[in-house]
């Protein structure tokens, strides 16, 4: 993590990632999903204090790279705002299941084992 990178409430900004997978034959909507994404949908990730956000694909494996706080405050405010509700609507046929949830985990996180800033 560095230290120099804060919130706007001056709390610093941890990296997350975590991994999904898709659904076979689905990459090209997903792709295409992800290069016309809403302007509300980026507008409310902003909101609740999410940046730096990158997706990498690989087949049908997903590795979902942010920045935030804390990622389950962030979270948490997105769960039931009326354009992150649609946009799961749209996403969720695209989403092979959770596979390897640990206890309390809403995605299966990767923990962060080294950092070159």
């Known amino acids: 993590m560095n230290p120099k990178i804060e919130s706007a409430d001056r709390k610093p900004l941890k990296r ?3 991994i999904l997978r ?8 997903y792709e295409k999903a992800h290069r016309e994404v809403w302007p509300e ?3 409310l990730l902003k909101s609740v204090g999410i940046s730096e956000y990158s997706i990498y694909r690989r087949d049908k494996l997903l590795i979902l790279a942010l920045r935030c706080a804390d990622f389950e405050a962030s979270w948490s405010q997105l769960d039931n ?3 992150n509700l649609r946009w799961q609507k749209a996403m969720a046929p695209l989403f092979a299941p959770h596979e390897g949830l640990r206890p309390g985990e809403r995605f299966p996180m990767m923990e962060e084992v080294f950092y070159l800033p």
Request: overall charge negative; hydrophobic content about 55%; proline content about 12%.
């Open 16 to 18: 997350y990632a975590f």
């Open 22 to 29: 898709l659904n076979p034959g689905v990459s090209e909507a």
């Open 41 to 43: 949908m980026l507008a």
């Open 81 to 83: 705002h009326p354009v």
